[in-house]
């Protein structure tokens, strides 16, 4: 089974730059999750979608940060326009329902802000 | 607010011997808790997980524990190896378990 594809694997862009994240989950995981993970930190969830519906968005800095979903697969994860704080590795991860099991994650991309 | 935490950042273990790692929660609603290792420049790798209504649960080498009384869980690794050597999250999430709280992390060092 392929597991969570997350591309690019690094970024380094200049502050107020906007950048891009994709993440392909495992297939027929219908659960998608966003998480930022600064370093020293646990990763901290900023999105989840249940299909292509947004279930919890609550910590995603909506202000800056967008990310979609479309048809229910791919998702993509935009910051524009990136803060120095935004440095981190954001971490993709599916699970095949929301609820008690456990989430597979990608391999994350770090990003950079000069 | 830390719902989790992991208050030992690091352990050093000698390889065969136990490695326990500890995470305390602060939130009664959780109810279902996972461990996850993490090598570097990878995606954390989901190891094992307990619900509230166990208090044990074991897979191979690892073994959870759980204390709801004193919320509190840990990870039991007999024998340690060397390829165990990683960093270690500890996870709750509550009813329903959309969201997943993470703990900060303890980076385990199997010395051979």
């Known amino acids: 089974e392929a597991g969570v594809a997350q591309s690019p694997r690094y970024k380094i862009i200049e502050k107020r730059q906007s950048v891009a994240f994709w993440c392909n989950p495992i297939s027929g995981h219908a659960t998608l999750y966003w998480y930022q993970q600064i370093l020293g930190q646990g990763p901290k969830l900023l999105i989840q979608f249940q299909n292509n519906g947004v279930v919890d968005d609550s910590q995603l800095p909506k202000d800056r940060f967008s990310a979609e979903r479309l048809k229910g697969v791919d998702s993509t994860l935009k910051i524009q326009p990136a803060k120095l704080e935004d440095s981190a590795v954001y971490l993709c991860?599916?699970?095949?329902?929301?609820?008690?099991?456990?989430?597979?994650f990608g391999d994350g991309t770090r990003l950079s802000i000069l | 607010d830390q719902q989790v935490k992991q208050n030992s950042p690091s352990l050093s273990v000698q390889e065969g011997r136990i490695s326990i790692l500890n995470c305390d929660y602060t939130?009664?609603?959780?109810?279902?808790f996972l461990w996850y290792k993490k090598y570097p420049a990878e995606g954390p790798t989901f190891l094992i997980s307990i619900s509230s209504i166990k208090d044990k649960n074991e897979d191979g080498r690892f073994t959870v524990f759980l204390n709801k009384s004193a919320k509190h869980l840990s990870l039991h690794i007999v024998p340690s190896q060397p390829g165990d050597s990683a960093v270690y999250f500890c996870?709750?999430?509550?009813?329903?378990?959309?969201?997943?709280?993470f703990g900060t992390g303890t980076s385990l060092t199997v010395i051979p």
């Open positions: 991860a599916s699970s095949l329902d929301p609820g008690n099991q456990p989430q597979h």
């Open positions: 996870a709750a999430s509550g009813i329903g378990g959309n969201q997943f709280y």
């Open positions: 939130n009664s609603m959780f109810d279902y």
